[in-house]
């Protein structure tokens, strides 16, 4: 049986992160993502990833599946930002699950693991981009999304709002 359980990742994760962030970069990038994996791509993250797991951010890091999958939801505004109408409002940075433990749930469980977490500590909302496939044609509700948009520049991307 695949060992699917979360947990929280802590600054010891780092070198794991490095490892499971960049195939996230590189693989959705040939899948049409704008993000480049370039080392200064890599550096926002690892220090969103620092300023997560050591409380400096608002944020989680949450790993699975044995180590083969991750999430990062958190605040990424410069201080100050903006009043949101869905409240305190994290980002879905990404979530990325190893080929082999795909379907599987695990995305599943690092959602609800991370959303508990974030809304724990005073968040109301994640609004993230949403990889679908063509043959997935149903955009409200995706993936657990309480209500989701076509985002209109990546044919096979939605923006999605999940409330806590």
Known sequence: ?????????????????????????????????????????????????????????????????????????????????FDHAEGCVAHGLGTYVRKEFRSKNVTGLLWRRASKILKKRGFDAVIAAVDIQPEESK??????????????FIPTEIVGVLRL
């Open 1 to 81: 049986m695949t060992d699917v359980a979360t947990r929280v990742g802590g600054p010891g994760d780092r070198s794991l992160f490095i490892d499971l962030w960049g195939e996230f970069l590189r693989e959705h990038r040939k899948r049409g993502n704008c993000v480049e994996p370039t080392v200064r791509s890599m550096d926002y993250f690892l220090t969103l990833f620092d300023q997560y797991t050591t409380g400096v951010r608002g944020g989680v890091v949450v790993f699975g599946a044995g180590n083969n999958a991750v999430c990062m939801w958190g605040d990424v505004l410069a201080e100050g930002g």
């Open 139 to 152: 955009i409200e509700g995706h993936r657990g999304f309480d209500r989701a948009v076509s985002f209109g």
